[in-house]
């Protein structure tokens, strides 16, 4: 535990101007371990009053007038973090979804050294403990969701409920270890990414509420949503577990092709003769052949992964020597 720590609590809003001053006003202004806090608010393209707002309730403003996408605007945060050199982010809604009375619970495990990274859990009563489904959440959004949190579970070794869920907190390492490629969205890669690297993630329970008639910012048409979430995991699949991704894929070839072949042989074996099914021979030795190709990219695919393993320690060893002062 540090003994002086200082928190950045980060709000990044579009058009929230009917919420920006409640939230501001009920954010906990002293938290225990927490010697500075501070509130950033980054305006991705507000057309309403809501950095005015923000800057008349103390916080700090960030706004350059262009909607660049909620993962560009995560990345902007995390380096304004690291240059004004926080020990702690917290990132929170502006639409006062989430309670803002709960931050200091995704501070504490940061502060008392326990954990690199705390992520909300929508999904578990915090009372209970038990699994739930939030009142009002899309039956899409959710089983979306419990998907994600199962592959990214799945990958990590561990055992995750929300991957997903925006209200987080991250000390330096995590902030460092990131290395967020989207535009639109960050969540679940950056899970992806923090489990994969082996940091410390502690999950918190949390109170949330979906307004009937409130629109997504993120999820603006479910049929993209649908396949936005299937490219992310499959490419989750495909950056972390390589050799698995590949080896699966191949599978369904191979083993399709060699029952034509085993077909035709035994075919062959009461007939003498391939007529007229030469095209099923045809068709198993391609399926066979199409399969092992699938597996040798795994290998090297396989391959391919420790060497951008070895970047991104290159990259995060450059991104603290920017910051050492």
Request: with cysteine.
């Given at each position: 535990?540090?003994?002086?720590?200082?928190?950045?609590?980060?709000?990044?809003?579009?058009?929230?101007?009917?919420?920006?001053?409640?939230?501001?006003?009920?954010?906990?202004?002293?938290?225990?371990?927490i010697t500075t806090r501070d509130v950033l608010l980054i305006?991705?393209?507000?057309?309403?009053?809501?950095?005015?707002?923000?800057?008349?309730?103390?916080?700090?403003?960030?706004?350059?007038?262009?909607?660049?996408?909620?993962?560009?605007?995560?990345?902007?945060?995390?380096?304004?973090?690291?240059?004004?050199?926080?020990?702690?982010?917290?990132?929170?809604?502006?639409?006062?979804?989430?309670?803002?009375?709960?931050?200091?619970?995704?501070?504490?495990?940061?502060?008392?050294?326990?954990?690199?990274?705390?992520?909300?859990?929508?999904?578990?009563?915090?009372?209970?403990?038990?699994?739930?489904?939030?009142?009002?959440?899309?039956?899409?959004?959710?089983?979306?969701?419990?998907?994600?949190?199962?592959?990214?579970?799945?990958?990590?070794?561990?055992?995750?409920?929300?991957?997903?869920?925006?209200?987080?907190?991250?000390?330096?390492?995590?902030?460092?270890?990131?290395?967020?490629?989207?535009?639109?969205?960050?969540?679940?890669?950056?899970?992806?990414?923090?489990?994969?690297?082996?940091?410390?993630?502690?999950?918190?329970?949390?109170v949330v509420k979906y307004f009937k008639d409130r629109k997504?910012?993120?999820?603006?048409?479910?049929?993209?949503?649908?396949?936005?979430?299937?490219?992310?995991?499959?490419?989750?699949?495909?950056?972390?577990?390589?050799?698995?991704?590949?080896?699966?894929?191949?599978?369904?070839?191979?083993?399709?092709?060699?029952?034509?072949?085993?077909?035709?042989?035994?075919?062959?074996?009461?007939?003498?003769?391939?007529?007229?099914?030469?095209?099923?021979?045809?068709?198993?030795?391609?399926?066979?052949?199409?399969?092992?190709?699938?597996?040798?990219?795994?290998?090297?695919?396989?391959?391919?992964?420790?060497?951008?393993?070895?970047?991104?320690?290159?990259?995060?060893?450059?991104?603290?020597?920017?910051?050492?002062?």
């Amino acid at each position: 535990m540090i003994e002086s720590m200082k928190l950045l609590i980060v709000t990044i809003c579009k058009d929230e101007a009917g919420t920006i001053e409640e939230l501001l006003r009920r954010m906990p202004k002293n938290i225990n371990g927490i010697t500075t806090r501070d509130v950033l608010l980054i305006d991705d393209g507000s057309s309403d009053d809501t950095a005015n707002i923000a800057r008349d309730h103390g916080a700090t403003v960030l706004s350059d007038g262009v909607n660049r996408g909620l993962a560009t605007r995560f990345r902007q945060a995390a380096e304004y973090a690291l240059e004004h050199d926080y020990d702690v982010m917290v990132n929170i809604d502006g639409d006062l979804q989430f309670a803002p009375e709960d931050i200091p619970q995704f501070v504490a495990p940061i502060v008392d050294g326990a954990a690199d990274f705390v992520a909300a859990d929508r999904f578990t009563d915090p009372r209970t403990g038990h699994e739930i489904h939030p009142e009002n959440m899309s039956a899409t959004k959710y089983y979306g969701n419990k998907l994600g949190a199962h592959i990214v579970s799945n990958l990590s070794h561990q055992q995750f409920r929300d991957v997903t869920c925006g209200f987080r907190s991250y000390n330096r390492d995590a902030l460092y270890a990131l290395n967020i490629n989207g535009r639109h969205t960050y969540t679940q890669e950056s899970f992806q990414v923090l489990a994969a690297k082996g940091l410390r993630i502690a999950t918190v329970p949390v109170v949330v509420k979906y307004f009937k008639d409130r629109k997504s910012r993120v999820v603006t048409s479910i049929p993209k949503y649908i396949a936005t979430s299937g490219v992310n995991i499959l490419r989750a699949y495909r950056d972390f577990a390589p050799l698995r991704f590949f080896v699966t894929l191949g599978s369904v070839p191979f083993v399709v092709g060699m029952l034509c072949v085993i077909g035709l042989g035994v075919y062959w074996l009461q007939t003498g003769q391939f007529s007229p099914y030469k095209f099923v021979g045809f068709t198993g030795l391609y399926l066979v052949t199409l399969g092992l190709f699938f597996w040798a990219l795994g290998i090297l695919a396989d391959m391919q992964v420790r060497i951008l393993n070895n970047q991104e320690k290159t990259y995060e060893a450059l991104r603290r020597l920017s910051h050492k002062k």
